[in-house]
């Protein structure tokens, strides 16, 4: 049996309460062969539960008092009940192997079933409560059963939350999906868990996803706040070509988010004429189409090494991501790459590859100063004739780290945006008496000049390491909704990308003619196609009267009738105010008629959102501003 070895296992020490981290617990694994467990070691002879204390509510959830209600819990839910919608929560730390340190493969042990298999999955809410599992075991021997190994085998329309594993080790020479909580999440949430020392090994497996929290994630999951500290290892050996990550392997039409990597992340597999290759990442190792991974950090190293032939398909390796055909946002890698030979391998420091479906902004990652890499590997391989190799999808608002002596001497490269396969930069110096802050500052403002306007920092400095703040990215897509003030329009709405909208609609209204968007139904700034938003946004048209009113329009403004004249005439613009839209502009051309009398600014004070403009012959117009109406003394 081929072992897996992995010779350099970074230690970083983490503060994470920032990420609203709790202690959490750690669970079994399947062992393919009997659909109950074996009982953990020192607890062979009591008697195996029948059933849960509680009845699954909220309010009085079934609990997980020891090793032997784990065990149940895996049998129930392997034999067939799903417990969907029922809460579990575990009532204090757990030991599945007491008295042993399970470091390794060792007879004795004693190996746990994964709670839900293929056919039969969880589907209920398991709390944790900041409790910890220790012990975990499996050892998948060639010819045994695929199911999905870990805590959980697999899992749909399910929760699992607030649980650290620790002190585990899980091996499978066979095709499995492994992680040290989830081995396959289906439509599934994985928050505020942490694999403290569970090491896991896919030795000699193929077309397999290992991550340190879940081995696949698909179908709408989503990751949040999960770590693997530097504790745990992720790696494979032997042949086969697995998706490796630091805390997912394979992210599949999900959502990854504030999750940190601190962990060893390897892969030595050697090709075998498969037509497959290796993705791995220090968090994720393939990132697939309408994925998306935010808010995540890698500071453990990434290995790919192994023999692999020019003629079989390229390896990858990323500080963040290996594969990336989905979206990573504000991302950020702090380790270097190590990798045997550059034959047919694409390595970045954030990104080994992205498609041209794949987006890679507002990310970070330092260089390593032997190797010179960029941060998304298919940009760093052009041809001969200038073009690259692959083609890569959008590249923004991104840049690498170069950091050739010690954080002191950090300078920072910025990468402007990917386009027709150039790529412009500068370098920028850090101040030397305190580098880190600087770093954590010039993410931040980097990221807002690159089309995030008005941002809170998402990046902090804790313990030492850079870390994401929020769970959330302010967004550049927002919704611009249409008041057409009186009038109607169509769309009603608009959406914005990168914070402008495409086009601006023009409304309608009978009688009156359209003078533009502004922010105020009455008033306010004028907006236009150039306008940049920050924000879900209402915006108001405004109008004004189709046509001057003039004397002219109304009576004959002659000599002997000039006094009616003139009261019919400032009647006709009382009418007009009256009936005017609201945000409208009223022009009146009063002539050679007297001031305007106090009858008509009555009218005007009664209807605020009206403004009035007056011109007299041989005189500039006078404005009177919506609402500003004088009140006679």
Not at 304 to 309: A, C, E, M, Q, R
């Amino acid at each position: 049996m081929k072992k897996c070895i992995l010779s350099t296992i970074l230690s970083l020490a983490l503060v994470f309460n920032t990420m609203g981290m709790t202690a959490f617990a750690q669970g079994g694994l399947t062992d393919g062969k009997a659909s109950t467990n074996t009982l953990p070691m020192g607890l062979s002879g009591t008697t195996p539960p029948t059933s849960f204390t509680g009845s699954g509510t909220p309010d009085d959830p079934y609990l997980i008092n020891d090793g032997p209600d784990l065990a149940l819990l895996a049998t129930k839910v392997n034999g067939g009940e799903s417990y969907a919608n029922k809460v579990f929560q575990l009532n204090g730390p757990i030991d599945l192997n007491p008295g042993q340190n399970v470091s390794g493969i060792q007879a004795g042990y004693a190996e746990f079933t994964a709670i839900g298999t293929t056919s039969h999955p969880f589907s209920g809410i398991f709390d944790g409560k900041g409790n910890t599992i220790t012990g975990l075991y499996v050892n998948r021997k060639d010819g045994e059963s695929t199911l999905p190994i870990g805590l959980f085998g697999l899992l749909k329309d399910a929760t699992v939350k607030n649980l650290i594993v620790t002190g585990g080790y899980l091996q499978s020479l066979v095709s499995s999906d492994m992680g040290a909580i989830v081995g396959t999440a289906n439509n599934s949430t994985i928050e505020n868990c942490q694999n403290d020392g569970v090491k896991l090994c896919l030795d000699g497996a193929s077309s397999s996803s290992v991550g340190g929290i879940v081995g696949q994630s698909q179908n709408n999951s989503k990751t949040t706040n999960c770590l693997t500290t530097a504790a745990a290892e992720v790696k494979t050996g032997g042949k086969g070509a697995p998706n490796v990550g630091g805390v997912v392997g394979l992210n599949d039409a999900s959502t990854l988010v504030n999750c940190v990597n601190l962990s060893a992340v390897a892969s030595t597999n050697n090709d075998i004429g498969l037509g497959s290759h290796p993705d791995v990442g220090g968090v994720v190792g393939w990132n697939t189409t309408t994925s998306a991974i935010r808010n995540c950090a890698n500071s453990g190293i990434v290995v790919n090494s192994g023999t692999w032939p020019k003629s079989n398909m390229e390896r990858t390796i990323g500080g963040v991501v290996g594969k990336n055909d989905g979206t990573v946002t504000n991302c950020f890698n702090s380790a270097w790459l190590s990798l045997t030979d550059d034959n047919q391998c694409y390595a970045g420091t954030v990104v080994g590859y992205t498609s041209t479906t794949g987006r890679v902004e507002f990310c970070y990652g330092k260089v390593n100063p032997y190797d010179r890499r960029l941060m998304v590997g298919n940009l760093d391989y052009p041809k001969g004739n200038g073009t690259f190799d692959k083609p890569v999808g959008i590249v923004t608002g991104c840049g690498t780290l170069d950091n050739n002596v010690s954080m002191i001497d950090l300078k920072i490269t910025v990468m402007c945006d990917y386009s027709d396969k150039e790529l412009t930069h500068w370098t920028y110096d850090h101040a030397k008496e305190d580098a880190s802050t600087t770093l954590a500052n010039a993410m931040n403002s980097w990221m807002q000049k690159s089309g995030v306007s008005k941002v809170e920092k998402f990046w902090i400095l804790e313990g030492g390491n850079l870390l994401p703040k929020s769970d959330t990215l302010p967004s550049t897509t927002y919704t611009i909704t249409f008041d057409a003030n009186g009038g109607s329009v169509s769309p009603a709405s608009g959406t914005t990308t990168d914070g402008k909208l495409a086009s601006l609609p023009t409304p309608t209204q009978s009688g009156y003619t359209f003078d533009g968007w502004f922010t105020a139904a009455s008033g306010g700034t004028q907006v236009t196609i150039d306008t940049t938003y920050d924000a879900d946004t209402t915006i108001y048209a405004h109008f004004t009267v189709a046509g001057d009113i003039s004397p002219d329009d109304n009576v004959d403004p002659s000599e002997d009738n000039e006094e009616d004249g003139e009261d019919a005439f400032w009647t006709a613009v009382k009418g007009n105010i009256t009936v005017a839209a609201k945000g409208a502009v009223l022009k009146v051309n009063a002539k050679a008629y007297d001031k305007m009398p106090e009858s008509a600014m009555e009218v005007l004070r009664k209807n605020p959102s009206v403004t009035l403009v007056i011109s007299w012959d041989g005189g500039n117009p006078i404005t009177i501003p919506a609402g500003k109406a004088a009140k006679q003394e």
